[in-house]
C-alpha cells in the first residue's frame, strides 16, 4: 500500500512506465518463438517417402506415408518433401521414431515448468531484474548453440534448457513490470500484446525462412537490443523495500521522478520506512519466504490451489492447440499466423473490460467463449460430412477457442499477481506458472492421441475450460485495489472487500424493501 502511494505520486503511468514496459515485457517478442519453436520445427513434411533397403540395397519399391514391412532385412531409407526442413526430416522422426518429436516438446515444456519453479524464489531472494537478465542472455545462447545440434539427443537437452529460460523469463517479467505501475493502469500489462506479436513473426519468419536451424539463429540475434537494456533497467521499487534497501529504493524513486519529470513525494523516506518496519514485524532477521508460503495460511492457500488448477488448464488448451496446429487444415503458416493474431482484438478488450466490470467476470466471459469454440469443433467434427465445409469450419472453432483461452490468460494475469502480496509475489506466480506446464507437458500427446481426428483433445479441452469459467467466480476481485506488501495487508484487504461486498448487498436489500412498502 505504501508503494502504491509513493508511485501515484510520481506517475502512476507515464514515460518512466512506459520504459518499464518495453524493457521488462519486450522481449516476450522473441521467448514466445523460443516457446512455439515446435510447433513450426516438429511439424512433418506435407510428403514423405519410405524407400526399402533390403540387404544394403535400396529398391525401387516405395511407400507414400508408409513404413516398411517386411522380415528383419527390410528397412527404410525415407525421402522427405522440399518445402520445408524440419528436426522430423533432420532426424527421420516417423515411423517408430515419430514419438520422439512429441517428447522433444514435452521434455521442452519440463524446462519451462523446472524454470518457473526456480526463477520464482531467485527473483524473491536475488532480484527481479538479476533473474531477468540471466534467463534471457542463456535463452539467446541456447538458441545459437541449438541450431548447430549434431545429434536429437543433444537436440533435446538444449530444448529443455531453452525452455527453462523461457520459464524464467515468463516468472519475473509480468509481476516485476507490474510492480511499477500505478493501481490504477495495471491491467495494461495484460494488454500489451508482445507475446502475441512475437509469435506471429515467428510464423511470417518460418514462412519465409522454413528451416528450423535458421530459425534458431535469428532468434539468437534478435536477443541484442534486449540485453543492452540492462545500463538502464532499474530493480524493482518494492522488492529493495521489503528487504530493507531504503537508499537504493529511494533512487529508483528519483529516478522515476526524473523521467516522468514530477516531484518526489516528500514524505517518501518515510513511507519506504513503514514498509520495511512491517515486513521486519512479520518475518525473523534471516527467514526467508520460500514456496510453503503461499500454502501456510488458509486465506493465502485456498486461491493458491484455485489459480494453479487454473493455470494448468489454461496451459493445457493454450499450447496444446498451438502445437496441434499442423493438424488443423489449410496452410500452416497461415494457421500459425492466424492462431497468434487472433487474440490482439481479446487484448484490447481485457484492457478495457478488466476496468470496468473487473477482473473476474472479464476472464469469466473468455473462458466461457473458449468453451464454446471447443466444444463447436467436437460438434462440427461429427455433424458436418462434407470435407470442403468441415475443415475450415473446425478451424475456425478452433481459433474461436483459442481467441478465449488467450484473452482469459492475458486477464488473469493480473488476478493472479493481484491475489498476493509483494513478498510472496513472485512465488505465487512461479507457481502458477509451474502448475501450468503440468498443461503443457501432457498436451502434445493428448492431441495427437486422436491423430487427424479433433474430436478426442477438443472433448478434454472443453471440459477444462468449463471448470476454469466456474473456478474463476470463486476468486474475489482486485480491481482497482491496491497491491498488498505483506501478508498482513492481503487478509486485511480481502476482509476489507468482503465487507464491502456486504454492505452493498445490504443497501440494496433496503432500497428493495423501501420499494414494496
Known amino acids: 500500500m505504501y508503494s502504491d502511494e509513493i508511485i501515484d505520486g510520481v506517475g502512476g503511468m507515464s514515460k518512466f512506465q512506459a520504459l518499464v514496459i518495453f524493457v521488462f515485457n519486450g ?19 506435407q510428403l514423405w517417402w519410405c524407400v ?71 527473483a524473491d531472494v536475488i532480484g527481479r531484474k538479476k533473474t531477468l537478465f540471466i534467463a534471457l542472455l542463456l535463452h539467446g545462447g541456447l538458441n545459437l548453440v541449438a541450431a548447430f545440434s549434431v545429434s536429437w539427443q543433444m537436440f533435446i537437452v538444449l530444448r529443455f534448457l531453452i525452455g527453462a529460460m523461457v520459464g524464467s523469463h515468463l516468472v519475473v517479467s509480468f509481476p516485476y513490470t507490474m510492480e511499477f505501475i500505478g493501481k490504477g493502469w495495471r491491467q495494461i500489462t495484460s494488454a500489451i500484446t508482445f507475446w502475441q506479436f512475437g509469435s506471429a513473426l515467428f510464423a511470417m519468419s518460418c514462412w519465409l525462412r522454413p528451416d528450423w536451424s535458421d530459425q534458431h539463429i535469428i532468434l539468437a540475434a534478435l536477443h541484442i537490443p534486449f540485453l ?21 529504493a529511494e533512487n529508483v524513486v528519483d529516478q522515476m521522478a526524473r523521467y516522468n519529470k514530477r516531484k518526489k513525494p516528500a514524505n517518501t523516506a518515510i513511507l519506504l520506512k513503514k514498509l520495511s518496519e ?26 493458491s490451489l484455485v489459480i494453479q488448477v487454473i493455470w494448468m488448464c489454461m496451459s493445457f488448451s493454450y499450447y496444446g492447440i498451438s502445437f496441434g ?22 487484448t484490447t478488450m481485457v484492457f478495457f473490460l478488466s476496468s ?58 493480473t488476478t493472479t499477481s493481484e491475489q498476493y502480496p509483494t513478498v510472496i509475489r513472485n512465488l505465487g506466480y512461479g507457481a502458477a506458472n509451474t502448475a501450468a506446464r503440468v498443461g503443457s507437458i501432457v498436451s502434445p500427446y493428448a492431441f495427437a492421441m486422436g491423430g487427424e481426428d479433433l474430436l478426442p483433445p477438443f472433448v478434454i479441452v472443453g471440459s477444462t475450460m468449463a471448470v476454469c469459467t466456474l473456478l474463476t467466480v470463486l476468486l474475489p476481485e482486485t480491481n482497482k485495489t491496491p497491491l498488498a506488501d505483506t501478508t498482513v495487508e492481503i487478509s486485511r484487504r480481502d476482509y476489507t472487500l468482503d465487507k464491502d461486498v456486504e454492505e452493498v448487498s445490504e443497501e440494496k436489500t433496503v432500497r428493495k424493501s423501501s420499494l414494496e412498502i
Open 27 to 45: 522481449p516476450k517478442l522473441i521467448t514466445s518463438w523460443g516457446m512455439l519453436m515446435m510447433s513450426f520445427a516438429g511439424v512433418t513434411p
Open 52 to 122: 526399402n533397403v533390403i540387404n544394403n540395397d535400396a529398391s525401387n519399391n516405395t511407400g507414400l506415408k508408409q513404413c516398411s514391412v517386411g522380415d528383419n532385412s527390410t528397412t527404410c531409407a525415407f525421402v522427405y518433401s522440399t518445402e520445408k526442413s524440419t528436426v522430423v526430416n533432420e532426424w527421420d522422426f516417423v515411423c517408430d521414431r515419430a514419438g520422439i518429436r512429441l517428447l522433444i516438446t514435452s521434455v521442452q515444456m519440463g524446462g519451462v515448468l523446472i524454470g518457473a519453479l526456480f526463477s520464482g524464489q531467485s
Open 228 to 248: 543492452a537494456c540492462w545500463f538502464v533497467a532499474p530493480e524493482s521499487l518494492r522488492w529493495l523495500a521489503v528487504h530493507g534497501k531504503l537508499e537504493e
Open 278 to 303: 512491517e515486513e521486519k514485524k512479520r518475518r525473523n532477521s534471516d527467514h526467508k519466504y520460500n514456496y510453503r508460503d503461499i500454502y501456510r495460511h488458509w486465506d493465502i492457500c485456498w486461491k
Open 325 to 346: 496446429v499442423g493438424n488443423l487444415a489449410g496452410n500452416l503458416y497461415l494457421n500459425m499466423f492466424l492462431v497468434s493474431i487472433i487474440a490482439l482484438p481479446g
Open 356 to 413: 470496468r466490470i473487473g477482473r473476474r467476470w472479464t476472464t469469466f466471459i473468455f473462458f466461457s467463449v473458449a468453451t464454446i469454440g471447443a466444444f463447436g469443433v467436437v460438434i462440427v467434427s461429427r455433424v458436418v460430412s462434407s470435407e470442403s465445409i468441415r475443415g475450415p469450419a473446425t478451424t475456425t472453432m478452433a481459433l474461436i477457442c483459442r481467441f478465449g483461452v488467450g484473452s482469459a490468460w492475458n486477464s488473469f494475469q
